[in-house]
């Protein structure tokens, strides 16, 4: 288990299928707003989530997939930057007007390097599920990934991370009302 503190990122929310034209525009669109703020951010993340409660996640169509693509700042921008490297970057032809400065906080989570295809992820993931069973965790945020390859490459790494909370200690808040 690890501990993520707050990080500041570009940030494009949307829905569709990874590597879709709506994914590919939004991962185009943080990288030209990234460019015309003159520094490298990085690298790609995804947050994923999926609305449709009644099945597993990976059983939900790919297109019914919502995410928030990411691209980590070193720092907090200036007041006025980020809407400066929109205007940069428009002649980009990239949907920049969709790209936004967040900070977001996961705290304690469970991380685990997959190496390979995505489609191979759920064997990834199901010993991440068994980590937290055992130690008495729970989900408590969205599905994270880091992309350590390039988002298309043939043999990508990906770090997987899943924001947890301890059982006992959401069940006490639920009771105490909080």
Known sequence: MVHR??????NVT???EPGGAEHLSAIGA??????AMGGPAGPLEGRWWVEDASRPPLEVPRDQWRWHL????PDMPEPGAAEAARERARASGAAVDRVQVVTF???ECVELLHEGPYSEEKASLEVMEAFMAEHGLVRN??????????FTAPEPRTML??????????SLTVR???
């Open 14 to 16: 949307g829905m569709g």
């Open 5 to 10: 503190a707050p990080v500041t990122c570009l």
């Open 141 to 150: 945020g969205l599905h994270h990934e880091i992309y350590l390859t390039e």
């Open 70 to 73: 990411l691209l980590p700042l």
């Open 30 to 35: 943080l990288y030209a707003v990234a460019a």
């Open 105 to 107: 906080t996961e705290g």
């Open 161 to 170: 991370r899943q924001p947890v909370a301890r059982a006992a200690d959401l």
């Open 176 to 178: 105490e009302g909080g």
